[in-house]
Structure formats: C-alpha cells, structure tokens
C-alpha cells in the first residue's frame, strides 16, 4: 500500500515525500518530468524499494490519475501551477489548479480503488482577504475565504498574482463540492499555508529554476535592490508543513478539517537581510543596504498557526532558522 504524492518533484511535494519514507511508508510520487523523478530516486538509494515515480501528463486534460491508483491507499495532492510570469491566467493558472483537483478527487474515488483520505494543499491566498485592512484584534483562522469572484479573477486584467489566489480558492472549493455531492469513500483534509521558505530536496537545476518563494528569499542574499516586499507577513518553513501534511493524513480526527499551518513569528524581507548579514560573512556587501535594518516584523494582524501546533502536533521553527538552512545550503551548492 502506497501514498500518492502529486507534485512529488516539486519544493513541498519532495519535503512530503521525504517525511512519509522517514516514518516508514511507501511512496508514489507522481512528476510530469520522469527525469526529476528518477533523479530524486537516485538521490534516495536507501528508499529503492519504498519510492517509485509515475509520471502524470499536464492537469489541462482531465484523467491524468486514472491510471496512477493501483495500491493507493491515500493521496497528499500538492502540485497546483505556482509562477506569476503568465500570459493566460486563466489557461496557465486558475483551469489546471481546479482541474488538477477534479482529477485526483475523480480517479480516486473510482470502483475498484481504496483511498480513504485526501489531503490538499490549499494556501492562505484561499484564506486572505487582500482588501479587508483587518485591525490587530482581528484573526485569520481556517474558518475565513477570499471573497474573490473566478470572474475578476478570470478577467485579463486581473494580475498573474490575483489569478493565483483565485486558482488555489476555487480548486480547493472544487474538493469540498466534490465531497459533499459525490460522497466518496475517502474524506478530505486541507492546508492553506502562507508563504514558504526552507531547504530544497527536489532536483534544482540552477538559481533561475529555484521555486517561486524561495526565489524571492534567494534574491535578498543575491543582492536585490529594492528588496521584495512581503505579500503577507506569514510563512512556515517547508520541513513543518511536510509534517503538518502527514499528520493531517494520518490522525484519523482531522479528516473533513480545514488547517492553516503558519509559524508563530512574522517575517519580512528586511528581517531576512539582517539575518543573512548577520550570519554570513560573504554576504556582507552583497546584499543590498537599502533599507531600514534593525527592525523585526511585526503581525499587522493575528494568524492562528497554534491550532496547527495543538491538533497536529507541528513545531514550528523559527524564521532565523529556515533562513540560515536555506541561504547557506543555496550557496553551498547552486550559488
Ligand atoms: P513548485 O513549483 O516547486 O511545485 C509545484 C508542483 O506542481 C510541481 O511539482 C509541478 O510538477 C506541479 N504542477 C504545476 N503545474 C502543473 C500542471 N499544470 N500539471 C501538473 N503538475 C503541475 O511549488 P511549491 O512546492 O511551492 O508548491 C506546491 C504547492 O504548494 C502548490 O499547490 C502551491 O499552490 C502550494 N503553496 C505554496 C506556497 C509557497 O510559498 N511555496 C504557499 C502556499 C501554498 P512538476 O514537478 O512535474 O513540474
């Protein structure tokens, strides 16, 4: 009996798949690249016989799972299209993040498979409200949707980064109707992280093919001036949401639960830059001084990651942390 990964050869499928073989389990990863697929397999010579790769065409076509069930017992479903550099948002972004989801949910819920449980990530871009302005005494919790429309969302002047709020809200809505109108055998667990950060352990060619958020990370100790501004000051670091999607597949009392997996302490990249300053020597004089160093980031509102710590048991590191794994290991061996 296997887990079924999607997105197995991306940034948090491969931190998923890694934390399922360290608790024993076997792994399908699912790749649209066999080359990434056979490469982190490579990667992982003590898991030969616990880890094996399908490969699933683009999520355009409906089907694409069909035949990936055999012995699938449970699904983490993370591959969802995340860039910004579109030319059709519609097209690129928000139809295959709802028909990546339709698929998984079709082929698994098919006569003769045995998943019991789907866990997706979703994001707080299904969470956030960008035009609420909340006060501090208001708190995003898994209980709170974008109120974004598919039509503004669709519509060719809405940006790339509007579209992809919509493709992870309604593909994660998709999932639940499918729930409630096709009564499958499995139920659904989903996880709406903000931004994340951490170590890669998918195949990385190169710093251009780095995954978009820690492409923004990488480019502070590359010396990006201005420096990015933070979208949200929430984040979590990949290794504790690859645990936070385990749990949520297999603690029985979190199945139909909605979770949002954030770390306790806010970032930004101001933060960042102290910290890579800080911390290494090589990037002193890199990394741009062009901004107001000295101040750590403050929540402008609350984010509830504790019922995460409290129903998941995730730890959460702190951003200093992440950042130092991550910049050090990107410098080690792709700077
Ligand atoms: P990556 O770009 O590294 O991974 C995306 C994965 O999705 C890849 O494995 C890719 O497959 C797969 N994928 C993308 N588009 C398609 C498509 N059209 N058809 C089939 N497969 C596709 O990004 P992340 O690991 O960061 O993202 C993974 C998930 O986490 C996504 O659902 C994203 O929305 C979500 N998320 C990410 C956040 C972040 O800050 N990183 C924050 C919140 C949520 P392949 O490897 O074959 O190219």
Known sequence: SYVLVTGATGFIGA??????????????????????????????????????????????????????????????????????????????????????????????????????????TSSFASILDVNSNPTPDFTYTAQHWNPLTYEEAAAPTATSVIAYRASKKYAELAAWDFIKTEKPLFDLVTLCPPMVFGPVVHPVANIASLNESNAGLWSVAAGADPLPG???????????????????????????????????????YEYAADIIKGEFEWARGVVTENYVSGTKPSFPYGVDG????????????????????????IKDTLA
């Open 306 to 329: 504790q019922t995460v710590a409290d129903e998941l048991g995730v730890n959460y590191r702190s951003f200093k942390e992440t950042v130092v794994d991550f910049v050090g290991q």
């Open 15 to 120: 931190h998923v798949v890694d934390n399922l073989l360290a608790k024993g389990l076997k792994v399908r990863g699912s790749t649209r690249s066999i080359n990434k697929g056979e490469e982190m397999k490579a990667a992982r010579p003590q898991y030969a016989d616990k880890l094996d790769f399908v490969v699933v065409e683009d999520f355009t076509k409906i089907g694409v799972f069909d035949s990936a069930m055999e012995g699938i017992d449970a699904v983490i479903h993370v591959a969802s299209p995340f860039f910004y550099n579109t030319t059709n948002n519609e097209e690129e972004l928000i139809l295959p993040a709802i028909n990546g989801v339709k698929s998984i949910l079709t082929a698994s819920a098919k006569p003769g498979t045995n998943v019991k449980r789907i866990v997706l």
């Open 230 to 268: 933070a979208r949200v000051p929430a984040w979590i670091d990949a290794r504790d949401l690859a645990e936070a999607h385990v749990q949520a597949l297999l603690r029985p009392e979190a199945g139909g639960k909605r979770f949002l997996p954030a770390a306790f302490d806010p970032f930004s």
